[in-house]
Antibody, heavy 122, light 106 residues
């Protein structure tokens, strides 16, 4: 049974860098069949895909966030991570990690973590 | 960016009734369209992909149709557990979501 668990600080100051890690259990992050992605949801609002990574390290990012987003993978720990720089209050959201089927590019989100709320505030 | 819109924003339905939710894309996404269900405090759950294929374990009362720019999610007979927010998502280009339709009890 695949489990995805987000971890990281729940409070980040404006202008700083948000850092989250997703630990994958019940499956290998080195599988050739999946991308591993991040999606966020501001409180009471809709969903936004942030970006995805393949186990090889190839990344795909939302163009609207691209310059601020870094996604990395650590196959030895079965984890992948998100860094979002220069955060503002608009980055306050529940952040989900997810598994996506492999293809030409990241597509649908087949499996989701439970999500973690990150608040940007001084 | 492909912009997704959904209608209506909210839908009031009695248990046992049929619900029809619409999703429109700003340009053709072929059949690269998924539907998700989200209940309060939970992560979304994949219901439909490829516009019309039910994900594993999804009851047959959920069905999807459409292609190009116009899509529909139909719940044939609403059960109490179906009251939730439903999102469509295109993946013909980098993934984008619609704003959601909230289905609540009439």
């Amino acid at each position: 049974q695949l489990q995805l668990q987000e971890s990281g600080p729940g409070l980040v100051k404006p202008s700083e860098t948000l850092s989250l890690t997703c630990t994958v259990s019940g499956g290998s992050i080195s599988s050739s069949s999946y991308y591993w992605g991040w999606i966020r949801q501001p409180p009471g609002k809709g969903l936004e895909w942030i970006g995805s990574i393949y186990y090889s390290g190839r990344t795909y990012n939302n163009p609207s966030l691209k310059s601020r987003v870094t996604i990395s993978v650590d196959t030895s720990k079965n984890q992948f991570s998100l860094k979002l720089s220069s955060v503002t209050a608009a980055d306050t959201a529940v952040y989900y990690c997810a598994r996506q089927p492999y293809g030409d590019r990241p597509t649908l989100i087949a499996d989701w973590g439970q999500g973690t709320l990150v608040t940007v505030s001084s | 960016e492909i912009v997704m819109t959904q209608s209506p924003a909210t839908l009031s339905v009695s248990p046992g009734e049929r619900a029809t939710l619409s999703c429109r894309a700003s340009q053709s996404v072929s059949s690269n369209l998924a539907w998700y269900q989200q209940k309060p405090g939970q992560a979304p759950r994949l219901l439909i992909y490829g516009a019309s294929t039910r994900a594993t374990g999804i009851p047959a009362r959920f069905s999807g149709s459409g292609s190009g720019t116009e899509f529909t999610l139909t719940i044939s007979s609403l059960q109490s557990e179906d009251f939730a927010v439903y999102y469509c998502q295109q993946y013909n280009n980098w993934p984008t979501f619609g704003p959601g339709t909230k289905v609540h009890i009439k």
